[in-house]
């Protein structure tokens, strides 16, 4: 997840529900250098993945546009548990709450995931349109849509605004 925090940073966060998000910054707390448009290559692995749980992980960003990578450790204890158990993965376009209220949602006109694919420690690949259950969730303000989501094949997600989000 991407969470715009002021004017010129994004980063990247983590959330183990009902602890609060985590940041996800270089060890010495600076952000990573994202901005918005950059084409993103996200790939998140359970490193010590054994019967069903995994304490450990890592999470490799590589930015393509500015020509950056980042490999990061992550614990389950830093999310405020022991492991991480299940086997889900979510992608989520949200804006973010800024002191007490939503945020306007930018104006991304779409935004597309592709090769949006899970694999399991055996290497068998889950997309979201063959192999696995997906829920398309329009986002609302007030009632009124203002993001959804649509699946094209198997395995890309497009992410569009209208409404307020214009």
Excluded: C, H
């Amino acid at each position: 997840m991407l969470r715009r925090y002021d004017r010129e940073e994004y980063n990247p966060w983590i959330e183990w529900i009902p602890a609060p998000e985590l940041a996800i910054t270089y060890g010495n707390g600076s952000p990573l250098p994202f901005a918005p448009g950059d084409y993103l290559i996200v790939i998140v692995t359970a490193t010590d993945w054994s019967g069903g749980q995994s304490a450990n992980g890592t999470l490799l960003f590589t930015d393509v546009t500015q020509n950056w990578q980042a490999n990061l450790t992550v614990t389950a204890a830093q999310l405020g548990g022991t492991f991480v158990v299940g086997q889900s993965a979510e992608r989520i376009v949200e804006r973010p709450e800024v002191g007490g209220s939503f945020s306007t949602l930018a104006n991304y006109v779409a935004d597309p995931w592709i090769d949006a694919t899970a694999k399991d420690v055996k290497g068998k690949t889950y997309s979201p349109g063959k192999g696995s259950t997906s829920y398309a969730i329009t986002m609302t303000d007030g009632g009124t849509p203002i993001s959804y989501v649509e699946l094209f094949g198997t395995d890309v997600l497009w992410f569009f605004d209208e409404n307020s989000a214009f």
